[in-house]
């Protein structure tokens, strides 16, 4: 069983940066393909990034060169950096962990509850 916590998120301006953070517990993080998805109001959960067991790194088109996913396995920790936000990045940013590697929700067992995320244009 593994365990996820969110934090990081908040209101920012166009243009503006965060940083979120994913906190698991359990000792076979580094062995878990971690991922951020997002959620809009209205809207479906879409893939943002993952990052894999040994550190490969996937991302939408969309959001390469503004966002970097990484992690840290002595923390137990993913991040999400996130740069030139836009308003349409406004969205709950979930924390997911799987076994296998993938950019879809199937892919994934575990999930956070999320943080919320405001860019103001």
């Known amino acids: 069983q593994v365990q996820l916590v969110e934090s990081g998120g908040g209101l920012v301006q166009a243009g503006g940066s965060l940083r979120l953070s994913c906190a698991a517990s359990?000792?076979?993080?580094?062995?878990?393909?971690m991922g951020w998805f997002r959620q809009a109001p209205g809207k479906e959960r879409e893939f943002v990034a993952a990052?894999?067991?040994?550190?490969?790194?996937y991302y939408v088109d969309s959001m390469k060169g503004r966002f970097t996913i990484s992690r840290d396995n002595a923390k137990n920790t993913v991040y999400l950096q996130m740069n030139s936000l836009k308003p349409e990045d406004t969205a709950v940013y979930i924390c997911?962990?799987?076994?296998?590697?993938?950019?879809?929700?199937?892919?994934?067992?575990?999930w956070g509850q999320g943080t919320q995320v405001t860019v103001s244009s």
């Open positions: 997911a962990a799987g076994r296998g590697e993938g950019t879809t929700i199937q892919s994934y067992d575990y």
């Open positions: 359990g000792r076979t993080f580094s062995r878990y393909t």
């Open positions: 990052i894999g067991w040994h550190y490969n790194t």
